[in-house]
């Protein structure tokens, strides 16, 4: 399969249609991918709706944003219909109770698929934003094959990927949002290292450019990326694909998923099936 991973900007919208009307283009841009990711907070562009003085707000730039979270998510589920593809939409904050989740939502060419609520708030997330985690993680099954989620943060962490790989993720999206360099490499080095032990496919896709109207997502660096396990069955670097820092639009790699379960059988290390003997080593 095709897969694409956006970097991508933050744009000022003075409306909901020049909202579709972009993601269409990005839509169209990727024509012939499979499988298209997209990265975290890119839904905070929709707080410019609300005009300058509720974006510059935070308080008021969360409920904006979820505010058109049903419309954004019917528009990705026509355009996946649409283009035969799976889409995970940019993920932006959702209300089920009195402070909202950091949610991104997996559509495919038949409908929405489900959401990944992110589990492990940053600090910013945390205060003065008070974002709160999620409940737990889900596992997706696809006709591209079984797919997991760890929003920016998330992917830090490996037992979170970990419990993915032991559910049969084959496939596991990162979306991101970081604002200095040292954040974006944290998140690269963490999505690589999922893709080591876990002997799988890591999408990386990242905001990148500058946002003078909202101060949450005013810096954004990076550049998308798709990793695999450097174990034989893949390039040495573990690189599958990778884009230019800071530079938006998408990247582009053609993926075997057989090819994983090769590396988890006959890879030249076998750290997916040899996980559980690391957890046994007592302090001497």
Known sequence: MKIAAAAYPIDWLE?????????????????GADLLVFPEYGAMELASLGGRQV???LESSLQEVARHAAAAGDLHARLAARHGCHILAASGPVFEGARPVNRAVLFGPNG??????KQIMTRFERDP????????????????????????????????????AEAGVEILLVPSCTDTVAGFHRVRIGAMARALESQCVVVHAPTVGQVDW???IDQNRG???????PDGFWPETGIVAEGQMDSPGWIFAEIDVARIGQSRRDGAVLPYAHWPESAKKPLV
């Open 223 to 229: 550049r998308a990326a798709i990793y695999g396990p």
């Open 15 to 31: 409306d909901f249609d020049a909202y579709e009307a972009k993601i269409c283009r990005w839509v169209q841009a990727a024509q």
């Open 214 to 216: 909202n101060p949450a």
């Open 129 to 164: 934003w008070c974002v709160v985690g999620g409940s737990g993680l889900r596992v997706f099954d696809t006709a591209l094959g079984r797919i997991g989620i760890l929003i920016c943060y998330d992917s830090e962490f490996p037992l979170l990927g970990r419990v993915l």
């Open 55 to 57: 974006a510059a707000d």
């Open 112 to 117: 929405r698929i489900g959401h990944q609520d």
